[in-house]
């Protein structure tokens, strides 16, 4: 075939993309997440009743604050790496500002405190089993918004994969924050930022394959 014969036929076949589509295709995908993480939480842990009163505490909207940070961030990052050859700019330095401050609070919550308590609020009893339940919660997430990946046009599919499982990571910990009400701030803010940068390292893992054109 001559390169005219096929640029013609190329270009025959150009079809109207919406304005924002990939923002669009990734919020179906994040709205897909967060539904399959909320039915996933209640099949582990049933539906909390407590939930009306944990409304009214500051410590419940405390919780919520970190992931939606960071959910707004690692979209604004995953809508730049699905597109090839866009821009990074700041928004990788976005994504981290969440994660750095929480660390920063639970650095500063730890120093406070007396020396005999720092080890025990720092790993409490759950630590394994909040890590693992927080990244079993994202996976839900994690496969809605590959997918999503998959349908766009990643170049850089390590750190596509990797800005996926931020994105998931943040969602799952979302919903799991509903239910953790009485962890310590120092806790939970050191497990379940490792929790979200497991998931990262397992969307930067399957994203080789996965998203590979």
């Known amino acids: 075939m001559r390169t005219q014969d096929l640029v013609t036929r190329l270009a025959g076949d150009l079809r109207f993309v919406e304005r924002n589509a990939v923002a669009r295709r990734l919020n179906r995908a994040l709205m897909t997440g967060l539904a399959g993480n909320a039915l996933l939480l209640v099949a582990l842990y049933g539906i909390d009743t407590d939930m009306p009163e944990q409304m009214l505490t500051l410590m ?97 599919l390590v750190l596509a994969g990797a800005g996926a499982g931020l994105l998931a990571g943040a969602q799952g910990l979302l919903v799991h924050s509903l239910y953790s ?28 394959r996965y998203l590979r054109w």
């Open 60 to 156: 419940f909207w405390v919780r919520l604050a970190f992931p939606l940070a960071t959910i707004a961030a690692a979209l604004k990052l995953a809508e730049r790496l699905a597109r090839p050859g866009a821009v990074l700019g700041l928004a990788w330095i976005a994504a981290v500002i969440p994660t750095v401050i929480m660390l920063l609070v639970a650095a500063a919550i730890l120093f406070a405190a007396p020396a005999e308590y720092r080890l025990r609020w720092a790993l409490g009893a759950t630590w394994v089993t909040t890590t693992a339940t927080t990244v079993l919660l994202s996976l839900p997430s994690l496969a809605a918004v590959m997918q999503a990946m998959r349908g766009l046009a990643p170049t850089r």
């Open 181 to 208: 009400s009485d962890m310590p701030v120092a806790f939970w803010s050191v497990w379940q930022v490792l929790a979200i940068a497991v998931t990262a390292g397992i969307g930067a893992g399957l994203a080789p």
